[in-house]
């Protein structure tokens, strides 16, 4: 399922959007796994993404013009907070101003600048059996609770470079460690060495989860954001 926090119509059995649900599309009860991880203390790149104002997905900023989430993610008028680890206070706001997209990736254009710590983004795979660390402010249950106020991260295994995002394009598939992305992931970073290999795209709610590969697109994204 595609893990944003909005209700998805293309929702499968075994996976999910991870974008934010209302509480009409929240899945049934399962185990309370972030969903586990642990609360983040700064992240200067961290971009809360909004549709017509609500919360409803992650991202980062990769340039000073451009934030890199998940395509499932745009909808509605669309706008960010960016450099503050609260998804409701803090750091600056931005509205977008045009989107671009491919596969389960989008680029989002601010519209003005934004200076702070980018991301960097990777050209090449994570190791199958690496560890990666996962950020998002996505629920922390599996049903029954909002989406979290503070950033948060996870560690989990890498276990192939080879499934598919929710658009069709090459995706990393990895297990939980010690948490696991869900609604309000969705678009969120994968980083492995201090780059961002991955954008959050679905996810079972328990320990899988399946990030768009930014190697796999790396030229579109330098060809859109100059970097």
Not at 5 to 22: E, Q, R
Request: aromatic share 8%; with cysteine.
């Amino acid at each position: 399922m595609r893990i944003r926090t909005a209700v998805v119509s293309l929702a499968t059995a075994l996976t999910g959007i991870l974008a934010v649900p209302t509480a009409a599309g929240a899945a049934p009860d399962g185990p309370q796994h972030i969903i586990g991880g642990s609360a983040v203390s700064s992240a200067p790149w961290a971009a809360a993404v909004f549709s017509d104002g609500e919360f409803f997905c992650s991202g980062t900023i990769i340039s000073p013009n451009y934030v890199l989430t998940a395509a499932h993610c745009i909808e509605g008028s669309m706008s960010v907070r960016i450099g503050s680890v609260n998804r409701t206070s803090g750091g600056v706001t931005r509205t977008v101003t045009s989107v671009k997209t491919r596969y389960d990736l989008a680029l989002m254009r601010l519209s003005s600048s934004v200076s702070t710590s980018y991301v960097s983004l990777s050209s090449s795979y994570p190791p199958v059996g690496s560890t990666n660390s996962l950020f998002g402010w996505g629920r922390t249950c599996y049903s029954g609770c909002d989406a979290s106020t503070i950033l948060k991260t996870a560690d989990v295994e890498v276990t192939t470079t080879r499934q598919t995002d929710a658009y069709g394009g090459r995706a990393i598939g990895s297990s939980g460690i010690d948490g696991a992305a869900w609604r309000g992931d969705s678009g969120g970073p994968q980083f492995y060495n201090g780059a961002q290999v991955g954008v959050a795209s679905t996810a079972d709610g328990v320990s899988r989860q399946y990030y768009g590969s930014v190697a796999y697109n790396r030229s579109w994204i330098r060809s859109v954001a100059g970097v």
